[in-house]
């Protein structure tokens, strides 16, 4: 019970920051033919479960933790998306919240790319971490509407932790 009650903040400022960004009004000079903002459009919402490689992580936080991201899409090419974002990997004392640029590449239905970006965290010792991370992911797009949804499954590797916080990431996109 205890570690579904370090779970409710996390869940509570996302649900926030989502409402936020869908209730935003800007600027009339930033919007587009259509009437729609620039900056409501492109994003995506990332959730799922994060499964650390690590047996000490898991020994310290549990077999499994939380995946989350949220993302907006800042290039689209016919075949390929680049992506920049902030997310959270992990559960209660063991965390790591990376800022990543992705490119995803699209066939078909099928989504396939990687990223690269700093992560800071918070090792299974209870010491600060920054480094490097790099993830690399494979998906599946499940719906074409307007709001597609799709998931996918990323690896992550954060320099400097001495793989504590590499793991896999297991998360369903909805996209707005």
Do not use: C
Not at 70 to 94: D, K
Not at 146 to 164: K, M, W
Request: a positive charge; zero cysteines; aromatic letters at 10%.
């Amino acid at each position: 019970m205890k570690r579904i009650a370090a779970l409710w903040p996390l869940l509570t400022a996302l649900a926030l920051m989502g409402t936020g960004l869908l209730s935003a009004t800007p600027a009339k000079a930033q919007f587009n033919d259509n009437g729609t903002s620039e900056l409501s459009r492109n994003w995506s919402l990332r959730l799922g479960l994060w499964i650390p490689q690590s047996q000490t992580t898991r020994n310290a936080m549990g077999t499994v933790g939380i995946s989350g991201a949220l993302q907006r899409q800042v290039y689209t090419a016919t075949n390929y998306s680049l992506l920049l974002g902030i997310g959270y990997n992990g559960y209660n004392r063991v965390y790591s919240v990376p800022v990543m640029m992705d490119m995803v590449l699209h066939h078909h239905n099928l989504l396939y790319g990687g990223g690269v970006g700093y992560s800071f965290g918070k090792r299974d010792n209870g010491r600060g971490t920054n480094g490097v991370a790099i993830d690399l992911m494979v998906g599946y797009q499940l719906t074409h509407t307007t709001n597609p949804l799709d998931v996918d499954l990323r690896y992550f590797f954060v320099s400097g932790s001495s793989n504590e916080l590499d793991g896999y990431g297991i998360t369903l996109g909805y996209h707005f």
